[in-house]
């Protein structure tokens, strides 16, 4: 069973040194640095250091009392914060890593994501680049079925929130609600498409990518990591753009 614990526990960095002090602490509950060193068979000092990078992580914390300073073990609910913090950070810098990873090799990387969970994650992938303006051409009546209001107006909230600006066009005849109109508060410039054009899927052009959202009988996003091709879409959208009516602002 040890044997176990210290194969799972090394796969998350808690190997050697660490490992002992960890469990010993564990196992005794609150100790003298002294008498946690010597049950793991270590010195003083090198378990000190070692007590001390398991504070870093969160796995033990010392108490002082008078003048002796006690190891007290963390609850062992402490690694799966741990490793669920770790995955939020890699969740984080993974579209920065790919990205640069495909612009290195000149290649793009397109992301087929199917199903309503494919259509919002390509949604709030929209706001992994840090761009400072996305543009957009959005079809509300597809985005009511998918991904719904309710996720549209929280990934709305958190854009604005961000202080990304949203320069965005719409079919007038696919508006189905009075909303999401031009606000300085919200970040958001709208303007209507000539009536020739109907706008029936959405796009985000934002950096090196284009997401396309479907609508929800198709049912999947896209997202397309090209430098090329971003920038052509870029281009066909500020032609759009010029040629489009602005709509009137909200405070």
């Given at each position: 069973?040890?044997?176990?614990i210290?194969?799972?526990?090394?796969?998350?960095?808690?190997?050697?040194?660490?490992?002992?002090?960890?469990?010993?602490?564990v196992g005794?509950?609150?100790a003298?640095?002294?008498?946690?060193?010597?049950?793991?068979?270590?010195?003083?000092?090198?378990?000190?250091?070692?007590l001390?990078?398991?504070?870093e992580e969160?796995?033990?914390r010392?108490?002082?009392?008078?003048?002796?300073?006690f190891?007290?073990?963390?609850d062992?609910?402490?690694?799966?914060?741990?490793?669920?913090?770790r995955?939020?950070?890699i969740?984080?810098?993974?579209?920065v890593?790919?990205?640069?990873?495909?612009?290195?090799?000149?290649?793009?990387?397109?992301?087929?994501h199917?199903?309503?969970e494919?259509?919002?994650?390509?949604?709030?992938?929209t706001?992994?680049g840090?761009?400072?303006?996305?543009?957009?051409?959005?079809s509300?009546?597809?985005?009511?079925?998918e991904?719904?209001l309710e996720?549209?107006?929280?990934?709305?909230?958190e854009?604005?929130?961000?202080?990304?600006?949203?320069h965005?066009?719409?079919?007038?005849e696919?508006?189905?609600?009075?909303?999401?109109?031009?606000?300085?508060?919200?970040?958001?410039?709208?303007?209507y498409?000539?009536?020739a054009y109907?706008?029936?899927?959405?796009?985000?052009v934002y950096?090196n990518?284009?997401a396309?959202?479907?609508?929800?009988?198709?049912?999947?996003?896209?997202?397309?990591?090209?430098?090329?091709?971003a920038?052509?879409?870029?281009?066909?959208?500020?032609?759009?753009w010029?040629?489009?009516?602005?709509?009137?602002?909200?405070?």
């Amino acid at each position: 069973m040890t044997d176990d614990i210290e194969e799972k526990l090394a796969r998350i960095g808690i190997t050697g040194t660490l490992y002992k002090l960890y469990l010993t602490a564990v196992g005794l509950g609150a100790a003298s640095i002294t008498d946690v060193a010597a049950q793991a068979g270590l010195a003083r000092t090198t378990a000190h250091d070692a007590l001390a990078k398991l504070e870093e992580e969160g796995l033990v914390r010392f108490v002082d009392n008078g003048k002796r300073r006690f190891v007290v073990a963390q609850d062992p609910g402490v690694l799966l914060e741990r490793i669920e913090a770790r995955r939020q950070m890699i969740e984080d810098v993974m579209p920065v890593l790919r990205s640069m990873y495909h612009h290195e090799t000149g290649k793009p990387n397109v992301r087929f994501h199917p199903g309503p969970e494919g259509i919002r994650t390509t949604l709030w992938d929209t706001l992994s680049g840090g761009a400072t303006v996305l543009r957009a051409t959005l079809s509300m009546k597809e985005l009511m079925a998918e991904p719904g209001l309710e996720e549209m107006e929280r990934y709305l909230t958190e854009r604005a929130r961000r202080g990304t600006w949203l320069h965005v066009i719409r079919s007038e005849e696919r508006d189905i609600a009075p909303i999401w109109p031009s606000s300085r508060e919200q970040r958001r410039e709208l303007r209507y498409a000539p009536p020739a054009y109907t706008l029936a899927m959405t796009c985000f052009v934002y950096g090196n990518k284009v997401a396309l959202i479907s609508s929800a009988r198709e049912s999947y996003g896209m997202i397309i990591d090209s430098a090329e091709f971003a920038a052509f879409q870029a281009s066909m959208f500020d032609a759009m753009w010029s040629l489009s009516t602005p709509a009137p602002a909200q405070p």
